[in-house]
């Protein structure tokens, strides 16, 4: 309950920090290639699925992400606490 507080918190900082983001809706082609590109990757997870189950990798691939650019999440976080002056962080 406690994680979950803290995730709410920070999602909700999140849309407030880039809520001046105006992005574009994405073109339908791309959309529909992405789409199919998941249809055929999750579609033919049966011979995955004897190891590992798909729930277990929609879990630990973007945490695998996550450790692999771990370096540049943590310099631009670094760099975001930075430019808040009032935590006088060097």
């Known amino acids: 309950m406690i994680i979950e507080g803290l995730l709410n918190l920070v999602f909700t900082l999140l849309k407030f920090v880039f809520s001046w983001l105006n992005l574009p809706a994405m073109p339908e082609s791309l959309t529909s290639s992405i789409n199919t590109f998941f249809d055929l990757v999750f579609g033919n997870l049966s011979l995955l699925g004897f ?5 277990t990798l ?21 760099w975001i606490l930075r430019k808040i002056p009032f935590l006088n962080i060097s």
């Open 51 to 55: 190891f590992i189950r798909p729930t």
């Open 58 to 78: 929609t879990i630990v691939i973007p945490i695998l992400i996550i450790l692999i650019n771990f370096e540049r999440i943590y310099k631009f976080t670094m």
